[in-house]
Structures are given as C-alpha cells and as structure tokens.
T-cell receptor
Framework: AQTVTQSQPEMSVQEAETVTLSCTYD???????LFWYKQPPSRQMILVIR??????QNATENRFSVNFQKAAKSFSLKISDSQLGDAAMYFCAAWAGATNKLIFGTGTLLAVQP | EPEVTQTPSHQVTQMGQEVILRCVPI?????FYWYRQILGQKVEFLVSFYNNEISEKSEIFDDQFSVERPDGSNFTLKIRSTKLEDSAMYFC???????????FGEGSRLTVL
C-alpha cells in the first residue's frame, strides 16, 4: 500500500520569499512517480511539478523545484519568489503504475502575505 | 487548452435518492478517475476506469456506487441511494497514459439532506 504524509497543515510566507513544503511517502513499488498538485480556493487541482522515481535529478518548473531524497522517502516542494497567486492548498501525491491510482496527502494550506 | 468538464457544479438531494454526476474527460485520454473531497480535506480515491471496465476501486466505492462510460465522451458516477456522509466534492480526472499525471475537473459539489 502507498501512503503520503504531509506534516504541515498550514504554512505562511511573505511575498517574494521562499518557502518549503514537506512530504514523505511510503511505497513498496520500485517504479513510481511523485507529484505536487495545487488547489486554489474552490477550484480544481492543477499539476505543479512531477518527479519520476528513477531520475536522480530534482525536477524544476520555473519558481517551483523539488528536493527528492529517495532513500529517506522525502519529497519536498520549494517555491521561490512567492507570489500572491501561489496561495492555495498544496497536495503531495504518489503514483505507482501497478496500483493505477494516485494517492494524496492531507494537504498544506499556504498563505502568502503581501 | 483541453479540459475536463463536470456537471452539475452543485447538486442538492434528499437522503436515499439516486444521483448521477457527469464528466467529459479530455478527448484523447484513456484513463478515467473519480475522487472525492469532504469539506476541503483529504482527496480520496474512489475508482479508476480503463478500456470500459473498472481497473481499481477503493473501500469507499461500495455497491451503492457505479461508473459508466455510456458513449465515447461521457464518464458518469452514480450513487444509487445517497447517505448524509456522501456529501462531498466529487472530482473527475483523466490521464492520457498511465503515469498519474491527472487532469482534474472543477468538481461537483453534492449535498445530501
């Protein structure tokens, strides 16, 4: 079974500053993918960034990057130069092809202070 | 940009009534999913669907739930006899290939009274 844990229910960051959201996961699969999804208030989830477990290099998408520590089963999201539009619920998620389902953590609500 | 569309956006129903939630996945996607989220909390997997059959379902997805792809575009979730605890936001999602990169709809809010 896969589990995803987000230990920070809420985080706050000043505009233009950097924030890191934590995530740990557990899976018995060797082939898996990890994701961060963003859910703005009353809107659908959108993909922020994705990491294939077989890749050692950390994924980067503009101001968003991850720190993937495979041995520690850790997958944190760093948001640089935070903007007001980054305020949302962020979900960490894990996918293993053998299970054919995406499992989400409980989410971290990010507030961005002007 | 292609998107997943869901109807209705909000439905209010009486306990015991049947509800059908509809989704139109992105046209070239092959894998379809339903998730639910209660009161902005954890997003829970319900069911995955591929090649006209269920490929995976959770414990939540009991005999009261069913899914169908009645034609080439729609993907529906039916709850036969709604309970109070079925009140939630239901999200449909689709995936072009089986890699977990899901595209979500805006959700259907179900309120059971």
């Amino acid at each position: 079974a896969q589990t995803v844990t987000q230990s920070q229910p809420e985080m706050s960051v000043q505009e233009a500053e950097t924030v890191t959201l934590s995530c740990t996961y557990d899976t018995s699969e060797s082939d898996y993918y990890l994701f961060w999804y963003k859910q703005p208030p009353s809107r659908q989830m959108i993909l922020v960034i994705r990491q294939e477990a077989y890749k050692q290099q950390n994924a980067t998408e503009n101001r968003f990057s991850v720190n993937f520590q495979k041995a520690a089963k850790s997958f944190s999201l760093k948001i640089s130069d935070s903007q007001l539009g980054d305020a949302a619920m962020y979900f960490c998620a894990a996918w293993a092809g053998a299970t054919n389902k995406l499992i989400f953590g409980t989410g971290t609500l990010l507030a961005v202070q002007p | 940009e292609p998107e997943v569309t869901q109807t209705p956006s909000h439905q209010v129903t009486q306990m015991g009534q049947e509800v059908i939630l509809r989704c139109v996945p992105i046209s070239n996607h092959l894998y379809f999913y339903w998730y639910r989220q209660i009161l902005g909390q954890k997003v829970e997997f319900l069911v995955s669907f591929y090649n006209n059959e269920i490929s995976e379902k959770s414990e939540i997805f009991d005999d009261q739930f069913s899914v169908e792809r009645p034609d080439g575009s729609n993907f529906t979730l039916k709850i036969r006899s709604t309970k109070l605890e079925d009140s939630a936001m239901y999200f449909c999602a689709s995936d072009r290939v089986n890699t977990g990169e899901l595209f979500f709809g805006e959700g259907s809010r179900l309120t059971v009274l």
